[in-house]
């Protein structure tokens, strides 16, 4: 019996594709055959060349769709839909601008049935654990991107979900704001216990997240390896992004995902540089 919380088992998905003018319908594999555990409290972390199949991976395990071969599993049973034990955050907000912060993280909670006097403890209680009090009465255009996306994990959190999925959260933000939603990531997940399972295109946030990295292949995403991230205790080290273990993970990642974007080209044939090979460069 395995002691995965979560298991992708030979997982396989392909996408079909319309008809161009003169060629035939097709089809796309984005990813092949994947199997890779996340064990119970995990925070792991997935890397990979542009269009290789990380958001799709995140999308089987949300329920979101279905795999073409192979099978997700949480807690041992098939996903088969979207579900309250899986929070995700994406990229874009996603909150609803007619609703106050307090009013987006209750969304989840009423949508689990809470009742309404459980309701403004479990609100306080998370915008609380993501810097925004004072802030519940803020609707989100009153609000910066890195606000909005602490409302979107407090949503996420508030229902208590087993697993959050967070797909590249942090993509849209600048730079001093991501580095210390980073931290506060890192302290949340440390408090709550949760299995996270995060997709990134950066290497440093990867490396500062994960306890395990996969790095996933070009398309179609196959797993190339997964790292083990060690970076002794966090806290004795005021800038942990500049130790010798950081350095060291982060070359590592930088070389794997290298190696899949130069194989990427010579597959194409095209010479052109790759976006991803400036981004992982
Ligand atoms: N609904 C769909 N229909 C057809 N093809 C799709 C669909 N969704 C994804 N794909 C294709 O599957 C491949 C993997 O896409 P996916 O978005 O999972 O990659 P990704 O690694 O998240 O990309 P990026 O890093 O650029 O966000 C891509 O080639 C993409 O074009």
Redesign the pocket.
Known sequence: MSTDKILFDRVSKT???RAHRRGSAGA?T?LDQVTLGVRPGEFLVVV?P????????LDLLGGLTRPTAGQVLVDGRPVTGPGLDRGIVFQQYALLPWRTAAGNVAFGLEAKGVPRAERADLIGYHLDLVGLRGFADRYPHELSGGMKQRVAIARSLAYDPDVLLMD?PFAALDAQTRDSLQDELVRIWARTGKTIVF?T?GIDEAVHLGQRVAVLTS?P?RLKQVIDIDLGDRDAVEDVRSTDAFRHHRHEIWTLLRDEVRAAQAAEGTGVRHPEEARVG
Do not use: D, N, Q
């Open positions: 996408f079909p594709v796309v984005a990979g542009s269009g290789c199949g990380k958001s799709t991976l590249e997709i295109h398309r995403g």
